[in-house]
């Protein structure tokens, strides 16, 4: 199943402009397609239109242009951290449609929400991960007045098996992430007890790359019922947040699209009597918005014989971790061979295995094997769907400063929003 946001990312269209990126920045440089990122974000409001309460995961890309662009595209922001609620309102994003959710909360994270209420300005919504914190945070708020109100999400370990990687599967009953019914329903009712707090509903994630719909489903259907079952008795007890998840998978690969996992709402919801379904839906995907429109460009810096052809770029798990992390798979593609440009996918039988490596003083540096066209120091790659996790979690380490990060504009013009950091700023 290939959604349209997979569509018109040939390099044939791409690849001058990945290069022009690679001349005027260096490399390595990250490259956003907005045109790919304007598809993906389409794709998910159609299958959940309005009023669903759609939210980017600012985890995903934390780049406040990135941010901007996409949350101007009909989405609020998703944070977990008073840091990504910072580059979330420095985007633009108004407290409003900002929720605030996570496992890391500290007081001050918490203490931020409370003031927010107090302000005036109260975020959408926080998400809380356990009684304690649930105790945490009404000692915050007992100094709310009467006419402040924070609304507070009660997040559930819904206690399925995704179909995804173990180190993905958040959903999982031993997932550190969550509460379990019993644990919930002791934490509603001590925000209950705090006036200016507002139960208002539950907040679910099952995993991320999730390979099919089963896990997901379940999910949503024991969120129901929870929700169904204590708003029994809390009146605005009435919002359902299902997370995200939706897969990016490479291409050729079947996987669901969002409007899959929007297909198996209509049946889940009228098992629910109609006075307890929920009022509000939410969801809020990351890497589906933006994992297809970022590319990295690297330049090679050795090939040579290590039983079998071996490449080592100078972009590695410092600008994409994921491989090294859980061995997440990135197709590579080469945009130069042997100095001269090449335009859309290289084919023939001058492509042959190569072993890609990246630059950093680790083993576990490594890009995976691809096929690629001959190759020496200097030609250029691009690493694709590398828009999500690769900036967010990008680091200093081995003395490297971070990437430049370019927009890809419609009309092929590149606008550099965060330029390459300096040896200068390390240490």
Known sequence: MVSSADEGDGLARLGPGLREAARRFGTPVAVTDFATLEAAA?????????????????????????????????????????????????????????????????????????????????????????????????????????????????????????????????????????MTATELSAAVDVIGRVRGLVPRGIQLHVGSQLGAVDAWRDAVRRGLALLALLGGTRDRFDTLDVGGGFPIVPRGTAAPAPARFARELPGLLEAIPVERR?????????????????????????????????????????????????????EITALTSLGRPIDGDPTGADLEPARVEGPICESTDHLGEHRLPPLRRGDLVAIRDAGAYGASLASTYNGRPRPAQVIAERDGRLNLVRRRGSVTTLG
């Open 278 to 330: 929920p009022a509000r839906l939410a969801i809020e995907p990351g890497r589906a918005l933006v994992a297809r429109a970022g590319f990295l460009v690297g330049r090679v810096l050795h090939v040579r014989e290590r039983d079998g052809r071996q490449v080592v770029l100078d972009l590695g798990m410092t600008e994409l971790i994921r491989p090294a992390l859980y061995d997440a798979w990135h």
């Open 42 to 178: 389409a794709d998910v409001a159609a299958a959940f239109p309005d009023p669903w309460l759609r939210s980017y995961s600012v985890k995903a890309n934390d780049v406040g242009a990135i941010v901007r662009r996409v949350c101007a595209l009909g989405f609020g922001a998703n944070v977990v951290s008073r840091g990504e609620w910072a580059i979330a309102r420095r985007a633009g994003v108004p407290n409003d449609r900002i929720t605030l959710e996570g496992i890391g909360k500290a007081d001050a994270d918490l203490r931020a929400a409370v003031r927010s209420a107090a302000d005036g300005d109260p975020i959408r919504w926080i998400a809380i991960e356990s009684p304690d914190e649930a105790e945490a945070l009404g000692r915050l708020a007992a100094s709310l007045s009467p006419d402040r109100a924070l609304d507070v999400l009660f997040r559930l370990n819904p206690e399925v098996a995704p179909e995804t990687h173990r180190g993905l599967a958040v959903g999982a009953a031993t997932s550190k992430f969550g």
